[in-house]
């Protein structure tokens, strides 16, 4: 069982940056993907960032262009950097991993998730 744990949020003021990391407990094998999910208040949860081996990235358009996901050799750390945040970029961030090829990269099912972090963004 995999095990993801999620570190780095906090409040920032709009324009600001933060930096979000994730630990999986093991290495994860070749071909997993893995990425961030959030869920804004009052939204369902939505994919923002997303690697699937060896190196398609996604980023949904909300946040292409601000968040940049990026991941250790070993895929034991994942991690994502948001820069000039918005408002509308607060909720709660979660890493995931293991994708079901069950969709769009976006709707995949995930099979792993973290606990989440918050983050929050004022005007």
């Known amino acids: 069982q995999l095990q993801l744990v999620e570190s780095g949020g906090g409040s920032v003021q709009a324009g600001g940056f933060l930096s979000l990391s994730c630990a999986a407990s093991?290495?994860?094998?070749?071909?997993?993907?893995m990425g961030w999910s959030r869920r804004a208040p009052g939204l369902e949860r939505e994919a923002v960032a997303t690697i699937h081996p060896p190196s398609d990235t996604y980023y949904s358009d909300s946040v292409k262009e601000r968040f940049t996901r990026s991941q250790d050799n070993a895929k034991t750390m994942v991690y994502l950097q948001m820069e000039n945040l918005k408002p509308e970029d607060t909720g709660m961030y979660y890493c995931?991993?293991?994708?079901?090829?069950?969709?769009?990269?976006?709707?995949?099912?995930?099979?792993?998730w973290g606990q989440g972090t918050q983050v929050t963004v004022s005007s």
């Open positions: 995931a991993a293991d994708c079901r090829a069950d969709g769009p990269w976006y709707q995949q099912t995930r099979r792993y």
């Open positions: 093991a290495r994860t094998y070749p071909n997993m993907c």
